[in-house]
Structures are given as structure tokens and as C-alpha cells.
């Protein structure tokens, strides 16, 4: 069973704040992804990773940075965390060859941040 | 602008029924769709895909048909169970990169 676990279910942070988000996945998948979901807006990609140290931006980058140092954790980075940067934030991984359909994606639980 | 598109931003339907939730899709070059089933406070979880090369695709309670000149899929549940009851989203991918294109979602509940 794939396994992407997030370090934290909620936080609150501060304007202004860096805030770190950790994800990390135990099935050795090359992509991890970073989304969040906001109320009728679904899911929205932030920043994609293809390998270690690898990055791309997704739809909304603004804002966000990433950081894969290694290939099971993938981290998601809000330099100056901003009022508008409440969400939730989700993060998941893929594999070509992880023998399920070639685009599934595993998702973690998601982490509810609130900027005050 | 959407390139996948879930028009309904909710649902209701009785136990037992049959749900049938929608999605259009405006990219050609899609060659791949998938559902996802998403609880509140949880992740959204795979439920079902289907490849543009088929018309149908069936698992258990849980069908997808895909109409490619239409540019429209559909996720049919049957019977609907109340554990049924969650943001269903539709989403799509291209065989050139591995990032899916997810819709709005669609909340759907399941009645007593």
C-alpha cells in the first residue's frame, strides 16, 4: 500500500512567516505534486517534481517555493505566508511503474493552514 | 480557462438510485481520465479511470463512460450507498507529462 503522509494535519501561522510543508512517500515514485483545494476552486496545482532536486512550476506557483533533496520528500516552502495562502494543502506522488494506472496519483491527508 | 470542466457543484440522490455525476473536457489531446473520491479532512482517493481509446469502463457499483466526440465523460454509481456521499472529482491527463487536470468537483449526497 502507498503511503504519503504530510507533517502536519493543521497550522496556524502568522503574516509574514516562512512556513515549511513536508510530505513524504514510502513507495520510492519518481513525481510528487503539490495542490491545494480551496472551496469551488478544486484541486490546483502549485509545484511538480520529476526527480530529486528537480522542479516545475504547476498553475499558481506565485508565492510558494519546493525543495526535493531526496527522492521520498518533497517540501513545500511560503517564503512570507500571506492572509490568501489559507488552504488546504495536499500533497501526492505518481509512478510510471508503480502498476496501477500510469497516472494515478496517491494523495496524502492534506494540511489545513490558516494565515492570520 | 478550464480545461476540465464539472458543472455542478453539488448533487443529491436517494439511497439506492443511481447517481450519475458529469464532466466535459475542452483538450483533444487528453488520452486518459480518472475519478477521484475525496472525504473531508482526507485526501481525494483513485476511484476509477478510463483511456480515450475505450467507451466504458466498469468496476463494481462505479462506471465511467467516456463520449470523445462530445468531449464528455460520466461517473455512474449504482446503487448509490451512503458512504457514497463526497467531492467527487474528474480529471484528466495527456500521455506527454504525468500532471493531471482536475475539475471543481462535484459534492454529492446520498439521501436516507
Known amino acids: 500500500d502507498v503511503k504519503v503522509t504530510q507533517s502536519s494535519r493543521y497550522l496556524v501561522k502568522r503574516t509574514g512567516e516562512k512556513v515549511f510543508l513536508e510530505c513524504v512517500q514510502d513507495m520510492d515514485h519518481e513525481n510528487m505534486f503539490w495542490y491545494r483545494q480551496d472551496p469551488g476552486l478544486g484541486l490546483r496545482l502549485i509545484y511538480f517534481?520529476?526527480?530529486?532536486?528537480?522542479?516545475e512550476k504547476g498553475d499558481i506557483p506565485e508565492g510558494y517555493s519546493v525543495s526535493r533533496e531526496k527522492k521520498e520528500r518533497f517540501s513545500l516552502i511560503l517564503e512570507s505566508a500571506s492572509t490568501n495562502q489559507t488552504s488546504m494543502y495536499l500533497c501526492a506522488s505518481s509512478s510510471p511503474s508503480a502498476g496501477g494506472p500510469y497516472y494515478e496519483q496517491y494523495f496524502g491527508p492534506g494540511t489545513r493552514l490558516t494565515v492570520t | 480557462d478550464q480545461q476540465v470542466k464539472q458543472n455542478s457543484p453539488s448533487l443529491s440522490v436517494q439511497e439506492g438510485r443511481i447517481s450519475i455525476l458529469n464532466c466535459d473536457y475542452t483538450n483533444s489531446m487528453f488520452d486518459y481520465f480518472l475519478w477521484y473520491k475525496k472525504y473531508p479532512a482526507e485526501g481525494p482517493t483513485f476511484l476509477i479511470s478510463?483511456?480515450?481509446?475505450?467507451d466504458k469502463n466498469e468496476d463494481g457499483r462505479f462506471t465511467v463512460f467516456l463520449n470523445k466526440s462530445a468531449k464528455h465523460l460520466s461517473l455512474h454509481i449504482v446503487p448509490s450507498q451512503p458512504g457514497d456521499s463526497a467531492v467527487y472529482f474528474c480529471?484528466?491527463?495527456?500521455?506527454?507529462?504525468?500532471?493531471?487536470?482536475f475539475g471543481k468537483g462535484t459534492r454529492l449526497h446520498i439521501l436516507p
Open positions: 478510463i483511456s480515450s481509446i475505450k
Open positions: 480529471a484528466a491527463s495527456t500521455a506527454r507529462d504525468d500532471k493531471i487536470i
Open positions: 517534481s520529476y526527480d530529486v532536486k528537480m522542479k
